[in-house]
Every structure is written in C-alpha cells, then in structure tokens.
C-alpha cells in the first residue's frame, strides 16, 4: 500500500502535546518581549536565515534549543510538539534563529538516534546552549537535485578518515563549528549505494570555506572544499554504509516544520497593519485568501509534526506541506505587490519587506529539495513512480 | 477512525449507492437526518466529524441529493459543503490516478511521464489542503458546539480554500484525463460537475475572502497569529 492512500481520508494526525501549551507560548512570548532583538523590522522576514549569536545563546541559556534532546546532554528532554509550539512562535515573532537553527532541528536529533556516546558527549551539550552550530553537507558541483551523484571521497585509513571533494551550496558553513556530510566511503560505488555521514570539526586542517554571494547581497551560502581531510574514526555517524537511509530520514525532520509557511509571515503582519481595521475591499479579499491558506497549512503541518513526533515516517505528507508552503510564502510578496500601491524604494516597513522578501523568495522553492524534486516524492507517493 | 465511525461509513456507503438511483428515501428510511441529534432525544448522538465522514461519501456517490439539507441547520451548510468537496475531489484524485495508471500511450502508461506526475502531485496537495480544512473544521465544530458563530474563522478559512482549490483539481482531472473524461458516460463529471457548483454556493471564494479579511484586519497584524493559536 503506497503511502497516499495511509493519509488520504477524514481525519488528521491529534496534534496534543503534553501539558499546558497555553502556558509555554505565555512564557514564551513574555521572554520574547525582552530579549528579542529590536532590529529592524526587515530582519523578522524569512528570520531563520538571520544570524545572531548573542540571541541563540540567550535563547538556550532560557532553555528554548535543543528542547528534545536528553537532560544528561544539556537538553529539556522536552516532547517534540512542545518544541514545535516554540519554534511556531519564535517565527511567528521573527525571532533571529539562523545561527543555531541547522544544529536545533536536524543534527541534534540526528546525533541522538544515530551517533555515537563520544559524539553526543562532544556535540550535544554545546548545540542545547545554543552555542555550537552545524550545517549540512550535502549538495555538490555535480549533486544538486541528484543527490545520490554525490562524489566527495571518505577513504579508512590507519589514522582515521581521508577526506577528499567539494561541498557547495553550504548554508552557514563560514559560522557553522561542525558539518554533518553525506560522502561516498565505498570506492567505486554508486549511486546511494556506499554513502556514510561524517561529522566533520570545521576547523580540521585541508578544508577550506569560500562565500557565495545570493542575489540579496546576502551570504549564506558557501563552497567547502576538503582537501586530504584527516578526521578520526569516530568522526563516521550511524552505520558505515546507511547514509543514504540516514539523511533521507534527516529530511522528513527538514521539509515539515512551521518554517515551510512562516517565512513569509512577517509581511502579512505588516500588511493588516498598513491596511487599518477598515481596509479596502482589495486589502481585505488578499488577506483573507492569504489567511486561509496558512491556517490550513498550520493544520497540515501540526498534523505531520504530530505523525512524526509518534515515531511514523510520514515523507509524503512532509513532501505536501512543503511544496504548499513554498507556493504560499513565495506567492504572497508577489501578491501583496500586486495591489499594494508604492515606489521599488518604498522606505515604509511594508515597503522594505517586500522588497526583500520578493528578492528572497526565488530560494523558497529551492532550498531543502527543488519543487520538482518534491512532486517527485508525491507522484511515488500516489503510485506513479 | 474509531470503529462506530467505520461502521457509520459502511452504512453510508450503501445507502448513499442505493439512493444515487431511488432519490431520498432510503437516506430518510436509514435516520441520517437524527445524525447530530443527541442519544437522549432517539438520535444517533453524532458529532461533526461524523457529519465530515458521511457527507465527504455523500460528495462523491449522490452528490445531487440534499443529505446535508437534511442533517444540518442552515446556518452550517457552508461546512457541510466543505465536506462534500473534499469527498468529491478524493474522489477526482482516486479516478485520476487510476486512468493514468492504465491508460497507456506512446508505449507506457501516462503516469510514468513526469508531465502527468507533477500534475497529479500538485492536485494531491490541494485535495489534501481541503481534506485537512474539513477535519480541522469538525474540529473546532465539536469544540464549540456545533455554534456557527464561535466557528466563524475555521468556516470562513476552510470554505475558502475549498473554493481556491476547485479550480486546479477540476482542470488537472479533466486534463489528465483527456477525451474520455469529459463524455457523458465516464464517472469523472459526476464529481467535477457538482464540485464546480458547490464553489458557488453557501459564500462563493468574493464572499469567505472579504469576510474572512475584514475580520483579521480587526485583530491586526500579531493578532492574527494571537487568535489563531488560541483557537
């Protein structure tokens, strides 16, 4: 039975964290009325991309990073759905979280199920702080969409792992203290045959990190390059072999969350702003459309976070609130430009948002699996593929 | 689903197929009308979600029939709609998938290109959207009471985006489907017909839009977000 037809019906997955989640978005906004940075309001706009030490350390040291993961590691070894409720809220809020972000979501988690003591002694402590950050290895020159073309070389050697190729599209690797990647350490296989995951110190001597610049001016992304990268043999994640399973679970953790539809969430705000309580009939029909949408993909995303939380894999529906969400928060600048009347260099907040935000909205769709590559993910889903 | 519901379904099921050709008595003769109607007063005692399950089987095998008119008060028809189209556009994806999946041309079936996939998947995240409305709107429905007005939001939202979502599971089944879907014969315009009339009924997507919108623009731009996790 193909995965559709488990998620197709009446009903979606109860989304009932332990308790009181009234009282965790209370405490929660509260602690961001005081500590959220009041940086310009440009910044609260796609704000898991925004960078700021000084606010993840804050915010692990009040407890809000790596929630889920064990007391004994530094953790809150709080319920997955408790964490979601705060990371809806912290986007909601245009909090800056970019810095520990990649480290919160999947390589905690990640270092949890598969890594091994030494690595979680190592790793996780700093991540719940908030102070130590990942990011992830995967895409190279000639492994975009096509992941499993993936080349990069880890050879096993008397010392450890020999590690040789090029990363690119590496978001947060110039600030990122550690890099989970996808390599081949079977010579001569192929395709997601032979693959492990590595966990590399950023700092090893023979890799080197170069800045892309995105068309906002902005740098995010990078080109890592290892050249006869020496790591040791505790640096192998998981079972030698499994990468392709691995990550491909890391995923669901990756395509699901608040942050598929909330990216956007600072320009609606800005928009019922702008708008007054008595808007024109064009304001009021866009932003009941736009409401629409995001309460349905809330529910959506509530219910696949719950499916995961419960231990289901639930790909598909993580593939579906994706591909909806991208369309939605890359869809709204475009709309919102449509009827709102004003100058490219409309210095207004809403103005501004705008503007960055239809400038950043081509990577909506991009970034963690290309719209193309995610229908892919849905047609296998109904059975086509 | 719990196994009460189950068996609701199955009763819906065949009674709804016997009805799609003798009319409405066999639904009045099975008690559908007593569905939301307490146990204490010789209802079922059923709630909304029991309603989305029968009216989303409804949507699909007797769609010209007043089985809503008959279970809900006025008030909540736009809801019970929502259920209707969600059962009429799963139906719309099921019909879909299998003729792609056995209609061959050029040498395969048509859903091995990756035209016709991208096409499909797009649809399934709009059926899945409108499913996900009608059951967050039972939701909220049996939270309340079954009260239209503590449920006006999740009516609104949910009739809205069943409304937006027509249009696209419309054109890609007919599309997907090629000639033989638009004949007379083929069941595909027993579902495409009926949901192209629903978007227009009880608040067509002008209506829920402005509405909807006049009432977020009362809350302001983080009172939105306030309400709609309060809910």
């Not at chain 1, 290895?137 to 993936?150: C, N, Q, T, W, Y």
């Not at chain 2, 696209?168 to 638009?182: E, L, N, P, S």
Request: net charge negative.
């Amino acid at each position: 039975m193909h995965g559709w037809a488990d998620m197709q019906g009446f009903a979606l997955y109860p989304f009932d964290p332990p308790g009181d989640i009234g009282a965790l978005r209370a405490e929660l906004r509260a602690w961001l009325a005081v500590n959220q940075p009041q940086r310009d309001i440009v910044a609260r706009a796609n704000c898991w991309a925004s960078f700021d030490a000084d606010f993840s350390r804050a915010l692990g040291a009040a407890g809000y990073v790596g929630m889920t993961l064990p007391i004994r590691y530094g953790g809150g070894d709080r319920h997955p759905l408790e964490r979601y409720v705060v990371i809806e809220e912290l986007l909601a809020a245009g909090a800056p979280v970019g810095a520990h972000w990649i480290a919160d979501r999947q390589t905690g988690p990640l270092i949890v199920r598969y890594g091994s003591e030494e690595q979680r002694e190592r790793y996780l402590p700093g991540i719940a702080r908030g102070e130590l950050y990942a990011c992830i290895g995967l895409s190279e020159p000639g492994a975009g969409s096509d992941l499993a073309a993936v080349r990069t070389s880890a050879r096993e050697t008397a010392e450890g792992w020999r590690i040789n190729g090029q990363k690119i599209w590496t978001t947060g690797a110039h600030f990122s203290h550690i890099m989970l990647a996808l390599v081949r350490t079977e010579e001569g296989s192929e395709r997601n045959a032979g693959l492990s995951q590595l966990l590399i110190d950023l700092d090893t001597p023979g890799i080197t990190i170069r800045p892309i610049i995105d068309m906002a001016g902005h740098h995010d992304f990078n080109e890592v390059f290892f050249d006869d990268v020496l790591v040791p043999h505790g640096a192998l994640v998981g079972t030698r072999g499994q990468g392709w399973q691995q990550v491909t679970a890391e995923l669901g953790l990756e395509r699901s969350g608040p942050e598929r539809y909330l990216s956007s969430h600072a320009l609606l705000a800005a928009l019922i702003d702008a708008a007054g309580a008595d808007p024109g009939p064009a304001v009021a029909v866009l932003v009941g459309e736009l409401t629409a949408e995001m309460w349905t993909l809330r529910q959506l995303s509530m219910s696949t976070a719950a499916k995961l939380a419960a231990g289901e894999d639930p790909m598909v529906e993580a593939s579906v609130v994706k591909e909806l969400g991208n369309a939605f928060e890359q869809d709204m600048p475009r709309r919102v430009q449509a009827i709102v009347d004003g100058p490219w260099d409309d210095p207004s907040d809403l103005g501004r948002l705008l503007r960055a935000l239809l400038i950043a909205s081509p990577s909506f769709s991009l970034r963690g699996g290309t719209r193309e590559v995610i229908r892919g993910i849905i047609a296998r889903g109904l059975g086509l593929r | 689903m719990s196994a009460a519901r189950a068996m609701l379904c199955d009763t819906a099921r065949a009674v709804f197929a016997e009805a799609a050709t003798a009319g409405m008595a066999p639904v009045e003769e099975a008690g559908f009308a007593l569905l939301l109607v307490p146990e204490a007063e010789g209802g079922f005692g059923g709630d909304w979600e029991d309603v989305n399950a029968v009216l989303q089987i409804a949507g699909v095998t007797v769609p010209g029939l007043p089985v809503a008119e008959s279970m809900v008060s006025d008030a909540l028809l736009p809801a019970a709609t929502v259920s209707l189209m969600a059962g009429a556009m799963g139906q719309a994806l099921a019909l879909s998938i299998e003729h792609v999946s056995t209609r061959q041309q050029f040498g395969r079936p048509l859903g091995k290109f990756q035209a016709v996939q991208q096409s499909l998947a797009v649809m399934a995240c709009e059926v899945r959207a409108v499913e996900a409305a009608a059951a967050a709107l039972a939701a909220r429905l049996d939270a309340v009471g079954l009260d239209p007005a503590a449920a006006d939001f999740e009516m609104a939202a949910a009739k809205l985006r069943a409304n937006r979502a027509v249009g696209v599971v419309t054109a890609i089944a007919h599309q997907v489907h090629g000639a033989i879907g638009f004949t007379r014969e083929y069941d595909l315009n027993r579902v495409t017909i009926p949901l192209m009339r629903w978007r227009g009924e009880h608040g067509n997507d002008a209506y829920w839009a402005a509405r909807l919108g006049r009432q977020v623009a009362g809350l302001g731009g983080q009172g939105l977000w306030g309400a709609m996790t309060a809910r």
